[in-house]
């Protein structure tokens, strides 16, 4: 209960002072999960509306897929995203291994499943008879699909948010494509990771409490954004 | 469903590449940023892997930014046992690699892996355990010392406990090394029981551990030194010929790894490892906080035992 304690007061300790390594890594966690949620709410938002309003063979097969891998273990594609960025893959001469692009790579192919099919939900969850209202109302087509996909705009942030908790909390990619290097790839995670096995389970417990708070002051944001448009 | 997939699949895929080429380029940028805020920013980086434990005693955080001064170039450590650091060499994704495991290393570099190898500083192994001594074994010889061990976790496994690396690193090398000098046929060991422990980690995180559980650990004294004031450990048996670790520091071959790129760098890195300065830089490390230096430098450390290297493996540079 103490080490609880001390880790809390440790932890506001830490982001009172400014203490330039936990800002550094903090700002590191934060930008790589930041820029692996756009990458793959650019891809799959689309994809997930294009899904969703085509009716195809196969495409509840293809569905079922998606939501199969909403639970992809993050050491599984660490290793395979590894196997394709290591200078002996495919995708070596990037050199992307052991760097930040590496991290968000990894979680961009982590979360896609979950920001597609979360998509898919949130668009087939619109109640049908809004679309035929608004085409009903004169609307054409692609004026209907936008009522829906405004119609669906708390669902998909939904879907965005929990894709962004998944990327910033995972630590099985960003451990094994960033290799935890200090000052470059430690992110929030590994560092946790690293402290706590070293023993030094203050400071993990404050990283770990920055880490929530991160979480809970971006959702509070876009809760009050959405409120307000 | 083809068509479908000509308008969205391939547009994805290839926003998809593109973004990633761009996340592959700007991070690096950004991180050079955010790290000139305590450095500064660097043309070139420049990657290395290395054991586990130079980086758990902070060793490379202490020498890192003085090599970062010197050539111009970020020093990316990535710290993995000393198999796997092989391995990255072996797959180019780190351009050298310092590491400690003697019959490994040969096998790296007589497969053509590795080249320009110095040896660069030494320390020795201990055995460290609970104070009270559950197997008795305080001041006994390495091999002796494990016979008792291993009768006293057989016979009681709630009482003598033994936690092994178990991560193919040098220090696991060394302890199966040993277990065989003291007549074992270590797959038998291995599976002998509850007793003994296989952490699957690091230097410091196995010696948390073995702490934890009130264990016996085979550790490098200068992790030990490090990680004193966390462990509930006493070093048990400290003396022994077997227990001489030297850490040496290999270039990537680029004629054998092709993808290996920066030899002339590396090159660099080995020749400033071994120069004065930066041995004088090892040999002081650690005094202020622990008395005495966490490890002995090649040059003046005074490494007589049978198994240490050559005068020409640590004083003559490579190119």
Redo the contacts between chains.
């Keep these: 209960m103490q080490e609880l304690w001390e880790g809390l007061v440790q932890a506001v300790k830490l982001v009172v002072s400014l203490d330039?390594e936990v800002i550094?890594i903090s700002?590191?966690s934060l930008?790589?999960s930041a820029?692996a949620i756009l990458?793959a709410a650019?891809?799959c938002i689309?994809?997930g509306g294009?899904i969703n309003f085509?009716d195809?063979?196969?495409k509840r097969v293809l569905i079922n897929v998606i939501q199969t891998f909403y639970s992809l273990p993050t050491v599984v594609v660490g290793l395979f995203v590894f196997l394709f960025i290591?200078?002996?893959g495919p995708l070596?001469?990037?050199?992307?291994?052991?760097?930040?692009?590496?991290i968000?790579?990894g979680q961009?192919i982590l979360i896609m499943p979950i920001l597609t099919g979360m998509t898919i939900s949130a668009l087939s969850g619109v109640d049908r008879s809004i679309r035929d209202t608004a085409l009903g109302a004169g609307a054409s087509q692609s004026q209907a699909i936008w009522t829906i996909i405004k119609e669906a705009r708390f669902a998909v942030v939904g879907a965005v948010i929990l894709g962004f908790g998944r990327a910033i909390s995972e630590v099985g990619a960003a451990m094994m494509l960033g290799?935890?290097?200090?000052?470059?790839?430690r992110v929030l995670t590994t560092a946790i990771s690293l402290y706590t096995?070293?023993?030094e389970l203050v400071l993990s417990l404050a990283l770990g409490i920055i880490l929530i708070g991160i979480a809970t002051v971006i959702n509070v944001v876009v809760n009050i954004l959405l409120q307000r448009y | 469903m083809a068509k479908i997939f000509k308008q969205f699949a391939l547009p994805a895929l290839t926003i998809l590449i593109l973004l990633s080429m761009v996340a592959g380029c700007t991070p690096a940028g950004q991180a050079a940023e955010n790290k000139s805020a305590q450095t500064q920013s660097f043309a070139t980086r420049f990657k290395i892997a290395t054991t586990t434990s130079l980086n758990d005693t902070g060793l490379w955080d202490y020498l890192t930014p003085v090599f970062e001064k010197k050539f111009n170039t970020a020093l990316d450590v990535v710290a993995a046992g000393t198999g796997a650091a092989l391995d990255y060499g072996k797959r180019g994704d780190v351009d050298a690699v310092t590491v400690h495991d003697p019959a490994a290393e040969a096998q790296f570099i007589s497969d053509g892996y590795g080249i320009n190898k110095r040896s660069f500083a030494f320390n020795y192994f201990i055995v460290v355990g609970p104070a009270a001594d559950p197997a008795g074994i305080k001041g006994l010889l390495p091999e002796d010392a494990f016979k008792k061990i291993y009768a006293g976790g057989v016979a009681d496994a709630a009482k003598v406990k033994f936690v092994s690396r178990g991560d193919n690193s040098g220090t696991y090398a060394k302890e199966k090394l040993i277990w065989q000098a003291a007549g074992f046929n270590y797959p038998d060991v291995e599976k002998s029981g509850k007793w003994y422990i296989e952490a699957g980690k690091g230097m410091g995180p196995s010696l948390v551990m073995a702490s934890e559980q009130g264990a016996y650990i085979l550790t490098d004294v200068s992790t030990f030194l490090a990680y004193g004031s966390k462990l509930n450990l006493i070093p048990v048996v400290e003396s022994g010929q077997i227990f001489l670790n030297v850490y040496d520091a290999i270039a990537i071959n680029p004629a054998k790894v092709t993808t290996a790129k920066m030899l002339p760098m590396a090159n660099n890195f080995i020749n400033w490892l071994i120069s004065d300065d930066v041995q004088n830089l090892i040999a002081t490390y650690g005094v202020d906080k622990y008395d005495k230096p966490l490890f002995s430098p090649m040059k003046g450390g005074g490494c007589k035992d049978p198994g240490c290297p050559k005068v020409e493996d640590y004083t003559v540079p490579v190119n």
């Design positions: 330039p550094e700002v590191r930008y790589v820029a990458i650019a891809i689309p994809v294009l085509h195809f063979r196969g290591s200078r002996a070596g001469g990037m050199g992307l291994l052991f760097t930040p692009g590496a968000i790579l961009v290799g935890n290097i200090r000052g470059f790839t096995q070293e023993g």
